[in-house]
């Protein structure tokens, strides 16, 4: 059974850091990209950043470009999601999702129709 946990949300002031831990089981953590993504009522589901597995590439969406920085762990199957400089904006249920590794992945990574499995997510609360 495919399963991936986040962990890691939480309530901070602005200007501080979080880290979000995705942990994934039940696939070849190698085959597979993994992304973060965030959701605030009301809004759609933005794609966050992503990370190909199989080479390593690293993808961001604009808004955190220089605030956040996605890395793995593939001994512990974890994907992590540091974020520093946090906004009030960045408020949101952040969600790890695993796709398909592939060169398209630099253009469909941060959509959200390339992700097969998705987390529960994590409530990410930043206070102004």
């Known amino acids: 059974e495919v399963q991936l946990v986040e962990s890691g949300g939480g309530l901070v002031q602005a200007g501080g850091s979080l880290r979000l831990s995705c942990a994934a089981s039940?696939?070849?953590?190698?085959?597979?990209?993994i992304a973060w993504f965030r959701q605030d009522p009301g809004k759609e589901r933005e794609g966050v950043s992503c990370?190909?597995?199989?080479?390593?590439?690293?993808y961001y969406a604009d808004s955190v470009k220089g605030r956040f920085t996605i890395s793995r762990d593939n001994a512990k199957n974890t994907v992590y999601l540091q974020m520093n400089s946090l906004k009030p904006e960045d408020t949101a249920v952040y969600y790890c999702?695993?796709?398909?590794?592939?060169?398209?992945?630099?253009?469909?990574?941060?959509?959200?129709?390339?992700?097969?499995?998705w987390g529960q997510g994590t409530q990410v609360t930043v206070s102004s």
């Open positions: 990370i190909n597995n199989g080479d390593g590439s690293t």
């Open positions: 039940g696939f070849t953590f190698d085959d597979y990209t």
């Open positions: 999702a695993a796709g398909p590794n592939s060169l398209s992945t630099r253009i469909y990574g941060l959509r959200r129709w390339w992700y097969t499995y």
